[in-house]
Nanobody, 126 residues
Framework: QVQLVESGGGLVQAGGSLRLSCVVS????????MGWFRQAPGKEREFVAA????????DYVDSVKGRFTISRDNAKNTVYLEMNSLKPEDTAVYYC???????????????????WGQGAQVTVSS
């Protein structure tokens, strides 16, 4: 019943920007901690960014700090990932995920997320 629908992926040149969006339906969005993950071919899924239920706390993998920004708009049931200064090594399928866990927290472990989006391809050319 819970669905996460991503959009905003595409092809961009190195140094460019993209903004991913993920709309959540089927359950109260404001109760979910949200995260973004990515997976490149032949590699395991990697944590990218997370945000708490209210948006007051965020967390990032070191490789994207200063370049990516996670945010949410609870009135629109949407979480965003703003990606700037993109590099070829950012190329991957990006997934949004929702974790219905009590408390004010960020979640960076894949196993703790309950629902996942279908993935959005991001390709960065050099």
């Amino acid at each position: 019943q819970v669905q996460l629908v991503e959009s905003g992926g595409g092809l961009v040149q190195a140094g460019g920007s993209l903004r991913l969006s993920c709309v959540v339906s089927g359950r109260t969005f404001s109760l979910a901690a949200m995260g973004w993950f990515r997976q490149a071919p032949g590699k395991e899924r990697e944590f990218v960014a997370a945000i708490s239920r209210s948006g007051g706390r965020t967390d990032y993998v070191d490789s994207v700090k200063g370049r990516f920004t996670i945010s949410r708009d609870n009135a629109k049931n949407t979480v965003y990932l703003e990606m700037n200064s993109l590099k070829p090594e950012d190329t991957a399928v990006y997934y949004c995920a929702a974790a219905y866990v009590a408390g004010i927290t960020t979640i960076i472990t894949t196993r703790r997320y309950d629902y996942w989006g279908q993935g959005a391809q991001v390709t960065v050319s050099s």
